[in-house]
Every structure is written in structure tokens, then in C-alpha cells.
């Protein structure tokens, strides 16, 4: 298995307050702010034969206001922090994961719904934390995968300490028989870029093909202002790479999707979420700085599932409104036909709430649809199904001796877990060397 050695990707940690730009914000004005949200339709994306990417002028396009009632809806629990909201679709119920709010369990919440407005109670999906954090895990992202459900995260790596004194945010793999859980994890991240790495976000290609797309968070390394504008620091880079079939290895070598070079990111792009639609590609991120009025989401038009990808228009699809400021963390899951998209406005006392707005895909691209309120719910008809009782038993392994990886850092492989876990750990040996800048 290659090393994950992107150049020039710097990261972070993603403390909820301190992980992206963070300029000072009253909760009078959180509350206050209302900006319209922008849906982008009129501009054609040039015709793709998968052979070229669309031509168009810099800041040429500016999308038109949209309907108040595009803005999406926010779903209970209110002001209670709900970030990174991602859905794995099942045969007969759904699970909402979202990650932690600080370094206090529940480390990954998962929550039961057939209906998205009354979801199952809260529990813990990872209550035993791998011994590389003590915390704040964020952006779980998980999917069913050869009779197991597989889940990547990130998390402050402790053995990763950035020049600014805080731990790097690393990207780790988990294993469990249950959606809900207990996920076990690696003892070792398996991708780290020179300042972190996160967000983490696998996506299936028609052609069947599992990638990975994750953020190499530069911004970690801006310092404690997190100023976009200072010359010294570098625009945010989207990345992805093959997976094996078995969801948790990484093959090959990564590709860039998407730097952040359009003015209203200011730099800074994350929370990658590849779509296929219509015969198109499309990469969704968040942009600008979180917990402000700027902050966004936007959409590329990409070649393929290794990119390139490429921004036609110049802004967000998605904007603050009256849901709450900087929606972001965004995240898009199909059910009955409909293509729906989680994502978190800060609400009172900036939290990360949870809404939920309607997109469709038409000829000039996706837009936020007409929404008259009615969100998912059963009964609908499956894309693919979930089983929730598989079973599989652990193989015993001989005992693993370090070995030497190609780029010359140590890895590990699998150690057995007890007889109680009824899958097998991810091997440490598939998990990526420490990258070091």
C-alpha cells in the first residue's frame, strides 16, 4: 500500500472553535443575521463527454436569490451542538452520525429514525476512544461493506503536535458488526498530511470503485488568528484516493480534487462529498469561515472521482439565512429517488445545529429545490440494503512484528481482540505511515 504523502497539504485540529477561521461574532448578531440563501440555475455547466472540464470567466457568475422556501428546516434536537451530520441508508431504518462536540463522550452519536423528524435515542458509537486521542472526535462517515459496517473519522492525533502547540487532527478506521456500534479502531491514524488531516468522506463510483476524500487541513498551520488573508498562509486542499474493497485500504497514490482559490472561500474549502448525477460528478464542500455570515456551501464540476474538479460559479449554492449563520458540514444521502442534504447553521451559542434541505440535479447543475417542509421518511423504496445482525468471527492471527513500510516508518499489524468482539480489527498494518513534513 503507497504512503498518503500529498505535497503542501498542511492541517489541524478541528476544535470546534478553533479548527477553521474564527473571527470574534456576538450571539446578537448569530441571531440576527440573515442573508439570503443563493441557489445557482441559470448557468449551464459546459457539456461533459468525461474528456473536458467547463469553461467559464473567473467570477463571472453570481447565482440568483432563492425562494424562502429553499432555505431547508431545521430538525430536533435544537441548539444542541449536532456537526457533521452524515446518514447510512438501511433496508428498513436509517442512522444519523454526528460527531462530538468537545472531548466529553458520546464520542461518535449515532441515532435510529425511519422518520428524520423523530429520531432514536443518542448512543455512543465509539465509547472506547484508540489511544492516538482523548477526544473531539468529528466527521464520521460510515458505510456497510462486505457484511461489516466500516466507519472513518478524524481526531487530535497526541503523538502530532503542530508548531502551534496544539495536536494535529488525523483521519482513523473502525470496524463493528452494528451500526450502532462499538466501532474498534486502529491504534494508529492512517492518514496524516504534515499539519493533519479531516474530514473524511468515502464515496461508490458507478463503475463500483470505493474512494476516500478527506481535507488537508492547512489552516491548522495559520496560526491562532486564522487569518485568510495573511500571504504566508495557504488555501485549504480537497484530496481523495482508492480504496480497497474492503472500505478500510487505501490504494494507490492520492489526487488533488479542489484547491480553495475563489475570493468568497477565503482559502479555505472542506467537508468534501462527491455525487454522481445525470452523468456528471459533482464534489460538494464547505467554504469561508465557519459561524459567520460568509460561510458557505459551494459545488464543483469534476472529470471524474479523481478530479479534476473545477468551480463554475462564483459563490455558494447555499448561504446563511434565517436557519442560522454559516451553514456548512454538509453531507447528501438518496432516499426513495429524492436526494436530500444534512448540513449545520450555527444556532444559539453558536452551535452546530441540524437541518435539512432538498437538492435536485437538472441540466445546468445541482440547486437547493422547492422544500415545502415534509422531510424523509418510511416507507420508501431502498436503493441497497443494510443488514443490522451480521455476524463475523474473529480469526486468530499469529503474532505481528513491526515490519518497515516503503517510505521507511514503522507500522504495526493487527493485534487479536478479545473473544467478546465479533470482527476483526483494522490491522495497523494498513494504516498509513506518520507523515512528517
Sequence with gaps: MTAVRPTGVPGSVRDEQARRSRRPITLAAALTAIVAVTVVVVVPVSEMAGTSLPKHEA????????????????????????????????????YLYTGAGGYDPPNISVRAFTDLEHLGNEVDAMPALPPWTTGWTSAPDVRHVEGRYVMWFSAPDLDDILATGVPAKCIGVGVSTSPFGPFIVGRIPVICNPSGSIDPRTFLAPDGQLWLDWKADVNAAWGPAQNPDLPQNQPTVLWTQRLAPDG??????????????????????EAPQMVHANGRFYLF?????????????????????????????????????????????????????????????????????????????????????????????????????LSSSVTERVRSSDPVRPTKSRN???????????????????????????LRP
Design 59 to 94: 467570477g463571472a457568475l453570481n447565482p440568483p436569490p432563492a425562494p424562502s422556501y429553499a432555505l431547508g428546516k431545521l430538525v430536533a434536537p435544537y441548539n444542541v451542538p449536532m456537526s457533521d451530520p452524515t446518514v447510512t441508508v438501511g433496508s428498513s431504518t436509517d
Design 248 to 269: 478500510m485500504t487505501l490504494e494507490e497514490s492520492p489526487d488533488e480534487l479542489l484547491a480553495a482559490t475563489r475570493p468568497w472561500e477565503h482559502k479555505l474549502i
Design 285 to 385: 464542500f464547505s467554504a469561508n469561515p465557519s459561524y459567520q455570515d460568509g460561510d458557505g456551501i459551494g459545488v464543483a464540476v469534476c472529470r471524474g472521482p479523481a478530479g479534476p474538479c473545477e468551480e463554475p460559479y462564483a459563490g455558494p449554492i447555499l448561504g446563511s439565512s434565517a436557519l442560522g449563520l454559516g451553514p456548512g458540514e454538509e453531507s447528501l444521502f438518496t432516499q426513495g429517488g429524492v436526494t436530500w442534504m444534512l448540513f449545520s447553521p450555527s444556532g444559539a451559542a453558536l452551535y452546530r445545529q441540524l437541518a435539512v434541505a432538498r437538492i435536485a440535479f437538472g441540466p445546468h447543475g445541482p440547486y437547493v429545490s422547492a422544500f415545502d417542509g415534509a422531510i424523509p421518511g418510511l416507507p420508501v423504496q431502498r436503493g441497497h440494503g
Design 408 to 434: 521507511g516508518c514503522r507500522t504495526r499489524g493487527a493485534r487479536e481482540l478479545p473473544e467478546q468482539h465479533t470482527v476483526p480489527l483494522p490491522s495497523d498494518s494498513i494504516a498509513r505511515d506518520r
